[in-house]
C-alpha cells in the first residue's frame, strides 16, 4: 500500500509562505489520491486539499482556497502544498495522507475515511 511522508513545516512569519511536500511510496495500483489535512491545538482534524493521479482533479476547503496550491509530480510521486499569505490561523500540525482506493474522490470535501496512510505531520507556525 501506499506511505507518505511530509516535510517542510516550520517558523515563518505572518504573510509568509511555505511549501509543504508529501513524499508517496509503494503505490502499486493505477490510482491514488492524496489529501492534506492540519489540526490545531484544541481544534478537530481539518481537511484541506486534495488531489487525484487519475485526473489530477484538485478541490480545497474554505480555509484552503484562494491561499493554498495544491500540485502533483507524478516523475517523483510527489504532492506539494504551495501556502501563501499565512496567518497565525493556520499555525496547526499539517499531515497528508493517500489512498489507492478509487472510490476515494476529491470533490466535495477532503474525508478521512478511505484513507490508507498518514504522514506523522509536520508543524507549521505562523507568528511574528
Known amino acids: 500500500q501506499v506511505h507518505v511522508v511530509e516535510s517542510g513545516g516550520g517558523l515563518v512569519q505572518p504573510g509568509g509562505s511555505l511549501r509543504l511536500s508529501c513524499a508517496a511510496s509503494g503505490i502499486t495500483k493505477g490510482y491514488y489520491a492524496i489529501a492534506w489535512f492540519r489540526q490545531a491545538p484544541g481544534k478537530e482534524r481539518e481537511g484541506l486539499s486534495c488531489i487525484s493521479s487519475h485526473n489530477n482533479a484538485t478541490y480545497y476547503s474554505d480555509s484552503a482556497k484562494g491561499r493554498f496550491t495544491i500540485s502533483r509530480d507524478s516523475a517523483e510521486n510527489t504532492v506539494y502544498l504551495q501556502m501563501d499569505n499565512l496567518t497565525p490561523e493556520d499555525t496547526a500540525v499539517y499531515y497528508c495522507?493517500?489512498?489507492?482506493?478509487?472510490?476515494?474522490?476529491?470533490?466535495?470535501?477532503?474525508?478521512?475515511?478511505?484513507?490508507?496512510?498518514w504522514g506523522k505531520g509536520t508543524l507549521v507556525t505562523v507568528s511574528s
Open positions: 495522507a493517500a489512498t489507492e482506493s478509487k472510490y476515494y474522490y476529491c470533490s466535495t470535501y477532503v474525508y478521512s475515511r478511505g484513507i490508507e496512510s
